[in-house]
């Protein structure tokens, strides 16, 4: 993923309501939303065989962002969506995977992951090895650090709230909030190293270039004994792909 903004109330109803979009090249071979062999729900990068976004059948989620750092990226490491299949599939508990990533985040380019186990949700910044515990209520991340203030997230994060308050809950709301393509002030970007022309193109929440853009639209809703998974795909050309998928915990 590369924005994704949550909602955090773990004595309520529904624990976790998370939505967010992946960007990616248009010509990166992808698997929409689908069982992997019956362990993992989740979209699959068929170049490298990890994934964005994941859930398993007991319950736990993981999520992935890049952080956004030309100057760190190095080529021949080992896929950073992998991460996300190895917590889904490994039996070992929250906090001794995240101790696990604490001495290989080095060995991959510079990513972030939010993890939950069912019970405990938690993040995770490769550049500094950090664990960071998720308070109750509205958070997110995109391609900087945890909760960093950029203006889609912001932006996001504030509508995702609104819509809360106000009781929506039909997928078609959250999946309009995610195709939002207007793009920051100028003097509002970040600076991420990436030229100017690069970061406004970057800055909307839905992203649409010739050859990069949003590829998936996600929503993920969490309740005590269900679990609500719905991805909205995107080519060059827009709209394809609507997956609705739910099972039991």
């Known amino acids: 993923m590369c924005i994704v903004a949550w909602n955090w109330q773990p004595l309520s109803a529904c624990p976790l309501h998370l939505i967010g979009n992946r960007d990616e090249f248009y010509a990166r071979p ?11 729900l989740g979209g699959k990068d068929m170049q490298d065989g990890g994934t964005w976004m994941g859930v398993a059948r007991g319950g736990k989620l993981a999520v ?3 952080y956004r750092d030309p100057s760190q990226h190095r080529a021949n490491v080992p896929s950073r969506g992998q991460l996300v299949a190895d917590f889904l599939t490994k ?10 990533l604490s001495s290989v985040a080095h060995a991959y380019n510079p990513f972030n992951l939010l993890l939950f186990d069912g019970t ?3 993040g995770f910044e490769s ?8 308070r109750p209520g509205l958070g997110g991340v ?3 650090d945890f909760f960093a203030p950029w203006p889609k997230l912001r932006n996001l994060t504030n509508q995702f709230q609104l819509s809360l308050k106000n009781g929506i809950t039909e997928d078609r709301h959250f999946l309009s909030l995610l195709q939002n393509d207007i793009r920051a002030k100028d003097a509002d970007l970040p ?25 998936a639209s996600s929503i993920v809703r969490i309740f005590d004994q269900t679990l609500f998974f719905t991805e909205q795909c995107f080519d060059s050309q827009g709209a394809t792909t609507l997956t609705q998928q739910s099972f039991s915990l």
């Open 30 to 40: 992808t698997k929409s939303l689908h069982w992997w062999n019956e362990e993992i």
């Open 120 to 122: 405990n949700l938690k």
């Open 64 to 66: 992935l962002t890049n």
């Open 127 to 134: 550049r500094h090895a950090r664990v960071l515990e998720i």
């Open 91 to 100: 039996n070992h508990s929250l906090d001794i995977y995240l101790n696990h």
């Open 142 to 144: 995109s391609n900087g």
């Open 191 to 215: 600076q991420t190293g990436v030229d100017i022309d690069r970061e406004r193109e970057l800055s909307a929440c839905f992203i649409r270039t010739p050859a990069y853009g949003t590829r």
